[in-house]
């Protein structure tokens, strides 16, 4: 899912900007909930978290090396790859807790 990132801005596919972005965040968190929430993951928030880390760390790895935006392009300082890591950690707990929402709802892990 990480490589979304790189190949619709290589592509032009998902258009630039907010549209795109939106896009990827609301697909890659369907997937995410869906297998986790679905699944029969034990720790669900700390599986997704961890998930949205590797998640940040491979995008910003493929970016920096295909020269796009990230550390390797222009369009980004060294700073950010801290910020930018925290919000995809973020992101991965805040759908960790709805995937926790979804099994519980479907009477727990078995």
Do not use: C, E, N, Y
């Amino acid at each position: 899912m990480a490589l979304l990132w790189p190949l619709t801005g290589l592509t032009g596919i998902g258009g630039t900007g907010a549209p795109r972005a939106l896009g990827i965040v609301a697909l890659t968190a369907v997937v995410w909930i869906g297998v986790v929430g679905f699944g029969r993951v034990p720790r669900p928030v700390l599986t997704l978290t961890l998930t949205g880390l590797a998640f940040g760390v491979v995008a910003l790895a493929v970016s920096t090396l295909v020269g796009g935006i990230g550390l390797g392009g222009d369009g980004a300082a060294a700073w950010t790859a801290i910020p930018a890591l925290a919000m995809d950690a973020g992101w991965g707990a805040l759908a960790g807790v709805v995937a926790l929402g979804i099994q519980k709802a479907r009477g727990g892990t078995r």
